[in-house]
């Protein structure tokens, strides 16, 4: 049986309580798979791939001599989360991503917590995320983060913690809509016997959300991808999620402001665009209001958008909340806006700007993983027990340079989930990232998207960096074992 001669080790497996022992909820998967010859599950790995890349599911990697665009890896053993936990998760994301809604208005506006003195002001201030054109800016329902991607880790122990928070332009979604699809084919005798939640309303629920930040008083308010471009690293999600919703796919040239409205070219003239749906960091939206040298994004807009005339979604400015060193004090926001215990722990965070953490971080760069506050993707990031003595010189010359630029964690001993590499089965370190739609209500798509470190030992998951994706599969309730049993594929 194929999963004979698997050995969790020593780590947290997500399908694997001991070397022959599937969790409750993965059994009928073990069973399943282990009822399968090598070559057959090797065939069914190569027609998920091979599907994917009729489907165009593809990312770009800036400066990269293979080519502009790559297949992103999909692995065919999907990560199982039980039930109870998955509620669990979903309550402490809700309050998260209410707590971050929270301070990001306060801080643009009446600013009660830095006042306060809850969060030292010269956190935010000196946030390159923290946007001066920003202040005092109302959106739709007070709500600045209507969708989020925030990314959880699970350590040796089991215990799950929030990694980072993606507010911006958080991507990935179309992968998790994709690789349930293809899932479904590979084993649809599973999605039979198992109570596995569906994620195939993420679609209709993101347009809901959309819809929800025009004026009542529009009928059939329009709303717009707004998309870098084709060499952007997730055209491929712009152009799908346009087409799920129903939505339009400009670049900036395809808008303009006239009228005191963004209107968008067509060949029947300038139509009114109400939502813009922006895929494009803020500095680049509006070369008026930020970056003069964008030719991305659209002049006038930030105007226009501050008069209450368009609606952005994420309002611009969130950007403030996705800074690492901002991070590590959501535990103070959610206790002075919800008057609540964080749920989901944060990871242990040591602040490099101040002098006796930084002096500890200094003294134990060789067992820290060090992150700078701005990067994401897995850039501008150091990981102390696999980095070389010239590497750990160099960043430490990094944080004493620049103190407020980094951020330093324990490395956490990330869970593993068997991934099938070269003939056989290996425990490959995973991630989590759920995302959550804020509208009139928060909704959380159930799972997300499970990325995974591809490269032997590694602890990056970024697709970026080398990693792939896993189905993520939540499953709610056990239906009967003598039926599913009897199931064949």
Not at 292 to 305: C, T
Request: charged content about 20%; some cysteine.
């Amino acid at each position: 049986m194929l999963f004979d001669a698997y050995d969790p080790g020593n780590f947290y497996d997500e399908l694997f309580i001991g070397q022959g022992q599937p969790r409750p909820e993965a059994e009928l998967l073990i069973r399943r798979v282990n009822a399968m010859s090598l070559v057959e599950l090797q065939q069914r790995q190569e027609a998920v791939q091979k599907t994917l890349f009729k489907l165009g599911v593809t990312f770009n990697v800036y400066s990269d001599t293979q080519g502009t665009e790559r297949i992103f890896p999909f692995d065919v053993i999907p990560r199982i989360v039980p039930g109870h936990e998955w509620e669990w998760l979903e309550k402490g994301l809700k309050q998260r991503i209410y707590a971050l809604n929270c301070f990001i208005h306060d801080v643009y506006n009446e600013q009660k917590i830095l006042n306060d003195g809850v969060i030292p002001r010269h956190v935010v201030e000196s946030a390159p995320g923290f946007l001066k054109p920003c202040m005092g800016l109302q959106p739709p329902n007070d709500i600045w983060c209507h969708i989020t991607g925030t990314d959880l880790v699970r350590d040796q122990d089991g215990t799950w913690y929030v990694l980072e928070d993606n507010m911006r332009c958080p991507s990935g979604v179309s992968y998790v809509l994709e690789n349930r699809r293809v899932m479904k084919t590979t084993f649809p005798h599973l999605f039979s016997a198992m109570d596995i939640a569906a994620v195939d309303d993420y679609a209709s629920q993101l347009l809901e959300t959309l819809l929800n930040l025009a004026p009542e008083t529009l009928i059939n308010p329009r709303v717009a991808v707004l998309t870098p471009g084709m060499y952007n690293s997730a055209y491929f999600e712009h152009s799908f999620l346009a087409q799920q919703i129903g939505a339009e796919l400009v670049e900036g040239r395809d808008l303009v402001v006239s009228d005191g409205y963004l209107k968008m070219r067509t060949t029947k003239g300038l139509e009114r665009v109400d939502v813009v749906y922006r895929r494009i960091d803020d500095d680049f939206i509006d070369p008026q209001a930020f970056r003069p040298d964008s030719l991305l994004g659209v002049p006038g807009l930030m105007e226009v958008y501050r008069a209450g005339r368009v609606a952005i979604a994420n309002a611009l400015g969130t950007g403030v909340a996705d800074d690492k060193l901002v991070y590590a004090y959501v535990p103070q926001m959610i206790r002075y806006y919800l008057d609540e215990d964080q749920l989901i722990p944060n990871v242990p965070t040591f602040l490099c700007e101040d002098p006796t953490q930084q002096a500890h971080v200094l003294s134990n760069l060789d067992k820290l993983v060090v992150k700078a506050t701005n990067a994401s993707g897995g850039y501008g990031m150091l990981v102390g027990p696999h980095a070389t003595e010239e590497q750990r010189l160099e960043f430490a010359d990094r944080i004493r340079t620049n103190p407020r630029g980094y951020i330093a964690q324990p490395t956490l001993c990330l869970s593993r989930v068997p991934t099938l590499i070269d003939g056989g089965f290996e425990g490959c370190h995973v991630d989590l990232r759920p995302y959550i739609l804020y509208g009139q209500d928060i909704y959380v798509n159930p799972g997300g998207l499970t990325r995974v470190a591809l490269k032997r030992g590694s602890l990056v998951v970024n697709s970026s960096q080398g990693g792939g994706s896993k189905d993520t599969w939540v499953v709610r309730s056990m239906k009967s074992q003598g039926q599913s049993q009897n199931q064949g594929q």
